[in-house]
């Protein structure tokens, strides 16, 4: 059988994550991971809620050496939870705090309280292992699973480091404002640094004063990863950062301006890392010198009649792209935009018809629909939804929306209409909805 | 908006004009929450309102400081910590 190891190359006093100035090593966690396992339950799959970086990745790695799968619910929104949590029943979860998922037995992660013991082996996967499922939200309202092997992971975390010219005799310590539970989130912030060996600071710093003083609070040299959005916000704040090497950015897409300012303000490179569930990172660019990207080594990009897809040696098959692309060159592509469905808002992918079916489906909604405005100018342009359901407020409707989609989605505003400009085969165009907003925004400006 | 200070009406109104809400100032409750159920802000508007905080009031927020645990619970918790840090 195929295996690769669980860590690049194993040093056992080497750190592994940083908290508050206090360091666990690899040999601590590969006692943490070695004990955590032997206490799990035999189950095939496994809901991992931890918030700290460090045990969310001893519970990882604990579920991978048991042969089990971790789930990546879509959102922390206790709807999906539990509609994970019921097409998967036979699940258990893993928590660092209160939070767990009410349908499923949970364990707790321990803090971390191995020391090395002797010689440790450092567990072999299988590289075929389902190592974990990611969803996004799909066109039906049901979530879409997509299978990530451990060969997948690995593949992508080494591709990712040769391109950034990372070595596995440097310790370039990764700080990350992106949670662990989406893709990118785990790609960069650890399995590149558990394959080259690197530390990681297990915090998830949020405003530019947090992102100050986790940069600080590990050596140099370091690497942020981050979306534009906190991008904006650092440079915004003439933020005084700590020496940087180099600035990984995606979920969005990120302005040749802002990436040249953070370079300039934060002596770094900026890097852009683009993919997507279906495939995970797949191409980068260094965004203030190039417009195409550049595909990681190992992917193949095949164009075709009905549009692009890529191929890898560790996927099943050819993916399409989610987004508009043209080919320049064999392994360089431009990037042109979403699909008409798709929305992505402050690095949240969504499909307008999910949430517009999510919407319909609430007590006392007749119908309903989820529009994205033209850009306000804002950083981040909000959905917009039209409600028909009578004698229901604005607030009760919401409350229900909460509990079944991302925050990030709920509409800003939700305005609750007499009835939608379906066309005669019962669609609605974006240029009628986009009527509509006008006509709404009239009549509040007129005081009706 | 019963007993609402200068600085709280000012603050309510950076928070409508930031996150461009479809709020009357007036009807933010200052004790009632901005995050979760009250307003139902998220995270980006977290960020956005400390950027815009900080432009206002030379104030730096961050998630660790003990004081500002709650700093974002609500409109006059957060009017208080601004009162204590302000520099402009």
Same mark, same amino acid.
Request: with cysteine; aromatic share 6%.
């Given at each position: 059988?195929?295996?690769?190891?669980?860590?690049?190359?194993?040093?056992?006093?080497?750190?592994?994550?940083?908290?508050n100035?206090?360091?666990?090593?690899?040999?601590?966690?590969?006692?943490?991971? %070695?004990?955590?396992?032997?206490?799990?339950?035999?189950?095939?799959?496994?809901?991992?809620?931890a918030?700290?970086? &460090?045990?969310?990745?001893?519970?990882f790695?604990?579920a991978?050496?048991?042969?089990?799968?971790?789930?990546?619910?879509?959102?922390?929104? =206790?709807?999906?939870?539990?509609q994970?949590?019921?097409?998967? %029943?036979?699940s &258990?979860?893993?928590?660092?705090?209160?939070?767990?998922?009410?349908?499923?037995?949970?364990?707790?992660?321990?803090?971390?309280?191995?020391?090395?013991?002797? #010689?440790?082996? +450092?567990?072999q996967?299988?590289?075929?292992?389902?190592?974990?499922?990611?969803?996004?939200? %799909?066109?039906?309202?049901?979530?879409?699973?997509?299978? /990530? #092997?451990?060969?997948?992971?690995?593949?992508?975390?080494?591709?990712?480091?040769?391109?950034?010219?990372?070595? $596995?005799?440097?310790?370039?310590?990764?700080?990350?404002?992106?949670?662990?539970?989406?893709?990118?989130?785990?790609?960069?912030?650890?399995?590149?640094?558990?394959?080259?060996?690197?530390?990681?600071?297990?915090?998830?710093?949020l405003?530019?004063?947090?992102?100050?003083l986790?940069?600080?609070?590990?050596?140099?040299?370091?690497?942020?990863? #981050?979306?534009?959005?906190?991008?904006r916000?650092?440079?915004?704040?003439?933020?005084?950062?700590?020496?940087?090497?180099?600035?990984?950015?995606?979920?969005?897409?990120?302005?040749?301006s802002?990436?040249k300012?953070?370079? $300039?303000?934060?002596?770094?490179?900026?890097?852009? +890392?683009?993919?997507? #569930?279906?495939?995970?990172?797949?191409?980068?660019?260094? $965004?203030?010198?190039?417009?195409?990207?550049?595909v990681?080594?190992?992917?193949?990009?095949?164009?075709?009649?009905?549009?692009?897809?890529?191929?890898?040696?560790?996927l099943?098959?050819?993916?399409?792209?989610?987004?508009?692309?043209?080919?320049?060159?064999?392994?360089?592509?431009?990037?042109? @935009?979403?699909?008409?469905?798709?929305?992505n808002?402050?690095?949240?992918? %969504?499909?307008?018809?999910?949430?517009?079916? /999510?919407?319909?489906?609430?007590?006392?909604?007749?119908?309903?629909?989820?529009?994205?405005?033209?850009? $306000?100018?804002?950083?981040?342009?909000?959905?917009?939804?039209?409600?028909?359901?009578? @004698?229901?407020?604005?607030?009760?409707?919401?409350?229900?929306?909460?509990?079944?989609?991302?925050?990030?989605?709920?509409?800003?505003?939700?305005?609750?209409? =007499?009835?939608?400009?379906?066309?005669?085969?019962?669609?609605?165009?974006?240029?009628a909805?986009?009527?509509?907003?006008?006509?709404?925004?009239?009549?509040?400006r007129?005081?009706? | 908006?019963?007993?609402?200070?200068?600085?709280?009406?000012?603050?309510?109104?950076?928070?409508?004009?930031?996150?461009? !809400?479809?709020?009357?100032?007036?009807?933010?409750?200052?004790?009632?929450?901005l995050?979760?159920?009250?307003?139902?802000?998220?995270?980006?508007?977290?960020?956005?309102?400390?950027?815009?905080?900080?432009?206002?009031?030379g104030?730096?927020?961050?998630?660790?400081?003990?004081?500002?645990?709650?700093?974002?619970?609500? !409109?006059?918790?957060?009017?208080?910590?601004?009162?204590?840090?302000?520099?402009?």
């Amino acid at each position: 059988m195929n295996t690769a190891a669980l860590l690049g190359p194993y040093h056992a006093d080497r750190v592994l994550a940083w908290e508050n100035g206090h360091s666990r090593t690899y040999g601590h966690f590969l006692s943490d991971v %070695g004990a955590l396992a032997d206490l799990l339950p035999e189950k095939p799959t496994v809901i991992n809620l931890a918030d700290d970086r &460090y045990r969310f990745l001893v519970g990882f790695a604990a579920a991978l050496v048991r042969g089990q799968t971790t789930l990546l619910p879509p959102s922390r929104a =206790p709807g999906a939870l539990a509609q994970i949590a019921r097409e998967y %029943g036979n699940s &258990y979860c893993l928590i660092d705090g209160t939070e767990h998922v009410e349908q499923l037995p949970f364990y707790q992660i321990p803090a971390g309280t191995g020391s090395p013991t002797g #010689t440790v082996k +450092v567990p072999q996967i299988p590289i075929n292992h389902t190592a974990l499922v990611a969803f996004t939200s %799909g066109s039906t309202g049901n979530p879409h699973p997509h299978s /990530k #092997t451990w060969g997948s992971l690995v593949a992508v975390a080494r591709s990712t480091g040769t391109r950034l010219g990372l070595k $596995t005799s440097e310790q370039v310590t990764v700080v990350a404002t992106v949670p662990h539970h989406h893709m990118y989130g785990l790609e960069a912030s650890m399995m590149l640094p558990l394959q080259y060996g690197m530390p990681f600071h297990v915090g998830r710093p949020l405003f530019p004063e947090d992102v100050r003083l986790a940069l600080a609070d590990v050596p140099s040299p370091r690497m942020l990863v #981050t979306t534009p959005l906190h991008i904006r916000a650092c440079v915004t704040a003439r933020s005084r950062l700590p020496p940087v090497e180099c600035i990984l950015s995606a979920t969005a897409p990120l302005s040749r301006s802002l990436a040249k300012q953070a370079e $300039t303000l934060f002596q770094t490179t900026v890097y852009e +890392v683009y993919g997507f #569930t279906e495939a995970g990172s797949v191409a980068t660019r260094r $965004t203030v010198a190039e417009n195409a990207w550049h595909v990681l080594d190992g992917i193949t990009l095949l164009q075709e009649s009905a549009g692009c897809s890529l191929h890898a040696p560790y996927l099943l098959g050819p993916i399409p792209f989610p987004d508009l692309v043209s080919l320049q060159k064999p392994d360089r592509f431009l990037l042109h @935009g979403r699909g008409e469905d798709l929305v992505n808002i402050g690095g949240h992918r %969504g499909s307008l018809s999910d949430l517009s079916q /999510k919407l319909s489906e609430i007590e006392g909604v007749q119908d309903g629909v989820f529009f994205l405005p033209d850009d $306000t100018g804002a950083s981040v342009t909000r959905l917009i939804a039209f409600v028909v359901a009578p @004698g229901k407020a604005a607030e009760h409707i919401l409350s229900a929306l909460r509990t079944v989609i991302d925050p990030v989605f709920l509409p800003r505003p939700l305005h609750l209409v =007499p009835h939608l400009p379906r066309n005669e085969t019962g669609k609605l165009t974006r240029d009628a909805l986009l009527g509509l907003m006008q006509d709404l925004q009239k009549e509040e400006r007129h005081g009706i | 908006m019963s007993d609402v200070s200068p600085l709280e009406m000012e603050v309510a109104k950076l928070i409508i004009r930031t996150l461009t !809400l479809k709020v009357d100032p007036a009807q933010i409750q200052p004790e009632e929450p901005l995050f979760g159920d009250g307003l139902g802000l998220d995270s980006i508007d977290a960020l956005e309102l400390s950027l815009a905080i900080s432009q206002s009031y030379g104030h730096q927020i961050r998630s660790d400081d003990p004081d500002t645990v709650a700093t974002f619970a609500s !409109l006059r918790s957060l009017c208080q910590s601004i009162e204590k840090h302000r520099t402009k």
